[in-house]
């Protein structure tokens, strides 16, 4: 089964939730609003993708941050930052296992979903 990290009113989420129903792929979808990830997640999740590509810049909450807090801008800061803001987290976040993935992409599910047989 793929635990979906996410927020339910994302257009991306929900596109990839529609994808795995078509794909019959067994799911769950944990909301960030309603069950924020802790910090040991959002670590486990920056260890397999890349706090880089994780840190989602696109965001109007990233957009709001301070400057001199996007100029100080490390590692640690951006865990702390993601942990505080899950909104900032690039979604969704998928994991199956040890495998996990920032963003959807139809590649790298069809991927995730090979990892399941």
């Known amino acids: 089964m793929i635990t ?5 009113n994302c257009d991306t989420c929900r596109k990839a939730q529609t994808w795995l129903r078509s ?8 909301d960030f609003k309603t069950d924020a ?7 486990r999740f920056a260890k397999a993708v ?5 840190l989602n810049k696109a965001s109007t909450t990233w957009r709001a941050l301070s400057d001199d807090v996007k100029a100080d801008l ?7 930052l993601m942990v505080e803001h899950p909104a900032l987290i690039k979604r969704p976040v998928f994991e199956n296992g040890a495998k996990i993935i920032s963003g959807f992409k139809e ?3 069809k991927a995730l979903k090979a990892g399941l047989k």
């Open 74 to 80: 490390n590692e640690a800061v951006a865990i702390a």
């Open 107 to 109: 590649a790298e599910m």
């Open 23 to 30: 794909e019959k792929v067994a799911h769950q979808f944990v």
């Open 50 to 54: 890349g706090w880089e590509k994780l």
């Open 4 to 8: 979906v990290y996410g927020l339910k």
């Open 37 to 43: 990830p802790a910090k040991a997640d959002v670590v």
